[in-house]
């Protein structure tokens, strides 16, 4: 999360590259097989941040433009409230 992108904007988090490509949802249930499918959807549907943004061209580590993909941008705000929630610097609101 720490890279930075050329269409990153001031205040702005580059998060990951994402697709729309629906992909399935994985998870261990109990009482049923160890791996179960429970869904299916796109990295960009699972990105749960309230924030995110999608850019145009998505890069590799090397800079090369991947081909299918976007990046993903969040508010560095958005970030800072989840962290200080999660280390219980401010309360949670009910």
């Not at 001031?10 to 729309?20: C, K, P, Q």
């Not at 299918?68 to 508010?75: E, S, Y």
């Amino acid at each position: 999360m720490s890279k930075t992108h050329p269409e990153q904007r001031l205040g702005e988090i580059f998060l990951m590259n994402a697709s729309d490509v629906s992909v399935p949802v994985i998870m261990r249930m109990k009482g049923l097989c160890p791996l179960t499918i429970i869904s299916f959807c796109s990295s960009w549907e699972a990105i749960g941040w309230e924030t995110k943004r999608r850019g145009k061209i998505a890069y590799d580590a090397n800079n090369i433009p991947i081909a299918g993909m976007f990046p993903v941008f969040i508010r560095a705000k958005e970030l800072l409230i989840h962290e200080l929630l999660i280390y219980g610097v401010i309360p949670e609101e009910s």
